[in-house]
């Protein structure tokens, strides 16, 4: 089958030429045809396999059969997306499959400033290509006006009706006309979002090129068993050993994200981090970099495994394995695409066994394990046990103090279960003033004296000038209802239980 046959006009097939493809993907050869009469569709394809020019292409010759005078309040078509490198790309589909076209395109998102993205919104555009926090800004500014949208497309739709984006879309949803063409793409749909769709679609057609939540026939999966500690000894290794030039690395976190970066440039591999805390010019730079050769690694968080489109990526890596099984879809989905071949390594400690079950549940099936002589797996609780100790630290001073109140704690019971009196404090000011016993002889020493209840109260020294009788040398004052301690970090109140009873005080009091 050729593009011939789809039913794309002159000019959309002059630009698929010019970008050098030849014959369409099993995903483009189903959803172009529906796109174009008039359908909604729910369509799940593997990663690599053309989604994007999928509704691209249809998208533009709907809006061209009733070509319209442009005005920036008229806009008739938004993608939205999750990330911001997804929007970009998508928007570099859209110029370039439309750019034999009479319709203009602009892309929104965050990290960047709103002056230029306003500007660009006055000239006037048909489609818009945006994440959804800077697209709500611009429709509270007054910029932006969807009621006369007349398609809506959700790619990575799954990443989109989940909690992370739900609200979001739903006020989108709002403001768009019910009477559309609603489009929902991604590589994995699971049940819930599937039936969480129905409410965005009127009759549509359910499109399916693969099994559900499968990656990509020519992409090499294997998994790596290594001790948690060892990882990053065994990443250097792979790389360096194979003379692997480029390397798409994937971590939970972001801090994991920056540090194992640094890491990787003291063992001489050039690398740069990505993830939602760096800037946009940052993530620019670095992707930059990345394709052209001249950073060898690039390790990311998942914000990476949404749409990046890298050409003939050969090698990703998971250091750390998703807490999301879908994610794993898409993490892997960078490479292997277009038809090219590539390879998706995991590395895999004792604590992650069942993520990966839930990957191979995900897939239905059992990826190979291959043990590398030197980085042997640890147990779950050998890794446990060190885990545990780390946190254990005291992190500076606010940790050695936490330290201190648990040890004081401690005490205070075994003191209890020793059959001792417990110790308490209270504040030198009461409701009914001074009483006997409770005084501070001078000289600074504290003066204890054991009520009849067993319990004994300690009391701080008042001092009284002339004029100030009843008031202490605290800057707190001291009230009848409550007062608090400015060292010790506690605050004591009359009138509660038992007077001078203490009760912590949540945040410094």
């Known amino acids: 089958m050729t593009f011939d046959s789809l039913g794309l006009n002159a000019?959309?097939?002059?630009?698929?030429?010019?970008?050098?493809?030849?014959?369409?993907?099993?995903?483009?050869?189903?959803?172009?045809?529906?796109i174009l009469a008039g359908r909604d569709i729910l369509a799940g394809a593997q990663t690599g396999t053309g989604k994007t020019?999928?509704?691209?292409?249809?998208?533009?010759?709907?809006?061209?059969?009733?070509?319209?005078?442009?005005?920036?309040?008229?806009?008739?078509?938004?993608?939205?997306?999750?990330?911001?490198?997804?929007?970009?790309?998508?928007?570099?589909?859209?110029?370039?499959?439309?750019r034999h076209?009479?319709?203009?395109?602009?892309v929104i998102f965050g990290g960047v400033k709103i002056g230029p993205q306003v500007q660009r919104l006055r000239?006037?555009?048909?489609?818009?290509?945006?994440?959804?926090?800077?697209?709500?800004?611009?429709?509270?500014?007054?910029?932006?006006?969807?009621?006369?949208?007349?398609?809506?497309?959700?790619?990575?739709?799954?990443?989109?009706?989940?909690m992370g984006f739900i609200h979001d879309i739903r006020r989108i949803i709002k403001?768009?006309?019910?009477?559309?063409?609603?489009?929902?793409?991604?590589?994995?749909?699971?049940?819930?979002?599937?039936?969480?769709?129905?409410?965005?679609?009127?009759?549509?057609?359910?499109?399916?090129?693969?099994?559900?939540?499968?990656?990509a026939e020519r992409i090499s999966q294997i998994v790596h068993p290594v001790a948690k500690s060892s990882k990053r000894a065994l990443l250097s290794f792979l790389i360096g050993s194979n003379n692997w030039r480029q390397v798409l690395v994937f971590t939970r976190t972001k801090h994991g994200a920056n540090r194992l970066a640094q890491q990787l440039e003291r063992d001489g591999l050039s690398s740069a981090a990505i993830h939602g805390n760096?800037?946009?010019?940052?993530?620019?730079?670095?992707?930059?970099?990345?394709?052209?050769?001249?950073v060898r690694v690039l390790v990311a968080t998942d914000i990476a495994a949404r749409g990046l489109d890298i050409e003939l990526l050969p090698h990703v890596v998971n250091y750390e394995l998703p807490n999301v099984p879908e994610d794993y879809v898409h993490r892997i989905g960078r490479t292997g695409r277009a038809g090219s071949d590539g390879v998706a390594v995991s590395l895999v400690s004792a604590v992650e066994k069942g993520l990966l079950h839930g990957i191979e549940r995900l897939l239905g099936t059992r990826l190979p394990r291959e043990l590398?002589?030197?980085y042997e797996q640890a147990t779950a609780t050998d890794e446990t046990d060190v885990d545990s100790r780390r946190q254990g630290r005291p992190a500076g001073r606010s940790g050695q103090q936490r330290n201190g109140q648990r040890r004081n704690t401690q005490q205070r019971n075994n003191q209890q279960r020793n059959g001792q009196p417990r110790q308490r404090r209270a504040d030198a000011n009461e409701n009914n003033g001074n009483r006997p016993g409770n005084q501070k002889p001078a000289g600074g020493e504290s003066e204890s004296e054991t009520s009849g209840n067993g319990r004994?109260?300690?009391?701080?020294?008042?001092?009284?000038?002339?004029?100030?009788?009843?008031?202490?040398?605290?800057?707190?004052?001291?009230?009848?209802?409550?007062s608090k301690q400015l060292n010790g970090n506690r605050r004591t109140s009359a009138g509660r239980r038992n007077q001078g009873a203490e009760v912590p005080a949540l945040f410094g009091g």
């Open 53 to 98: 020019a999928g509704f691209t292409l249809p998208l533009l010759q709907q809006l061209n059969r009733h070509p319209h005078e442009r005005n920036h309040r008229h806009v008739r078509a938004l993608i939205v997306t999750p990330t911001r490198e997804l929007a970009a790309q998508v928007d570099e589909s859209v110029t370039a499959y439309g």
């Open 456 to 482: 004994s109260n300690t009391h701080p020294q008042r001092n009284k000038t002339a004029g100030t009788s009843g008031r202490s040398s605290s800057p707190y004052r001291q009230g009848t209802k409550s």
């Open 278 to 294: 760096k800037s946009q010019g940052a993530r620019t730079r670095a992707l930059a970099e990345f394709k052209s050769g001249k």
């Open 372 to 374: 590398i002589d030197g």
């Open 175 to 215: 403001l768009v006309p019910k009477k559309r063409q609603t489009l929902l793409f991604s590589a994995t749909f699971s049940n819930e979002i599937r039936r969480l769709s129905e409410g965005l679609l009127h009759n549509p057609e359910n499109i399916d090129v693969a099994p559900r939540n499968t990656t």
């Open 101 to 106: 076209l009479p319709l203009r395109s602009t």
């Open 123 to 162: 000239q006037g555009v048909d489609i818009i290509v945006a994440t959804p926090g800077r697209l709500l800004d611009h429709i509270s500014q007054g910029n932006i006006d969807l009621s006369k949208i007349e398609i809506l497309v959700l790619d990575e739709a799954d990443r989109m009706l989940d």
């Open 11 to 34: 000019a959309l097939l002059r630009a698929i030429t010019d970008q050098g493809y030849t014959e369409p993907t099993p995903i483009q050869q189903q959803a172009i045809p529906a």
